[in-house]
């Protein structure tokens, strides 16, 4: 059974980053495909990109191509997701998931983290 | 991009009812859809993907079918765990995208 557990809540300034991280267990992050969604309020999920294990990349959706960057440190089987010059309307709570290619589904949710972008 | 409408946005049952919700995609696209449970204050759980294959786990009330553009959940025998929001999603484009989501609520 994978399990994801994502770092705490955020506040950040218009115009900065935030770096939100996904600890897992259960499984190695070599055997994932990890993706990262988001759900800004009163609006549906946003699916932010992931790894592509067909292709062995990160693929990233037009909409969020050059200010999102999802890393992975293998070592300590935790993946990153990074979102740079932050508007208002990226508030939302970021989850990160679990992609599988055999049933084209994410199967697996961490529990989420709040960003908060506000001057 | 493929766009994901559902209907309705939200609806009011009774245990032991039966509901269906509806997806409806904004050009043909093949079985990559799959629909979504989603509780207060918790994060959505696969209820059933390429259509019609239920994830393991979940109850036989739950069933989905559906081709080309029009695809749907059933409930049937409504239970009060049931109540929750249900979003259906693409993965057949390479712009992945939900639908709206459907909130059942009780009656």
């Known amino acids: 059974q994978v399990q994801l557990v994502q770092s705490g809540a955020e506040v950040k300034k218009p115009g900065a980053s935030v770096k939100v991280s996904c600890k897992v267990s259960?499984?190695?992050?070599?055997?994932?495909?990890m993706h990262w969604v988001r759900q800004a309020p009163g609006k549906r999920f946003e699916w932010m990109g992931g790894?592509?294990?067909?292709?062995?990349?990160?693929v990233y959706p037009r909409s969020f191509q050059g200010r999102v960057t999802m890393t992975e440190d293998t070592s300590t089987d935790t993946a990153y997701m990074e979102l740079s010059s932050l508007k208002s309307d990226d508030t939302a709570v970021y989850h990160c998931v679990t992609y599988r290619a055999s049933t084209w589904a994410f199967h697996s949710w961490g529990q989420g983290t709040l960003v908060t972008v506000s001057s | 991009d493929l766009q994901m409408t559902q209907s309705p946005s939200s609806l009011s049952a009774s245990v032991g009812d039966s509901v269906t919700i509806t997806c409806r995609a904004s050009q043909t696209m093949s079985r990559y859809l799959n629909w979504y449970q989603q509780k207060p204050g918790k994060a959505p759980e696969l209820l059933i993907y390429?259509?019609?294959t239920l994830q393991t786990g979940v109850s036989s009330r739950f069933s989905g079918s559906g081709s080309g553009t029009d695809f749907t959940l059933t409930i049937s025998s409504l239970q009060p765990e049931d109540f929750a929001t249900y979003y259906c999603?693409?993965?057949?484009?390479?712009?992945?995208?939900f639908g709206q989501g459907t909130k059942v609520e009780i009656k």
């Open positions: 790894f592509d294990p067909e292709d062995g990349e990160t």
């Open positions: 390429t259509v019609s």
């Open positions: 999603q693409q993965t057949y484009s390479t712009q992945w995208t």
């Open positions: 259960g499984y190695t992050l070599t055997e994932l495909s």
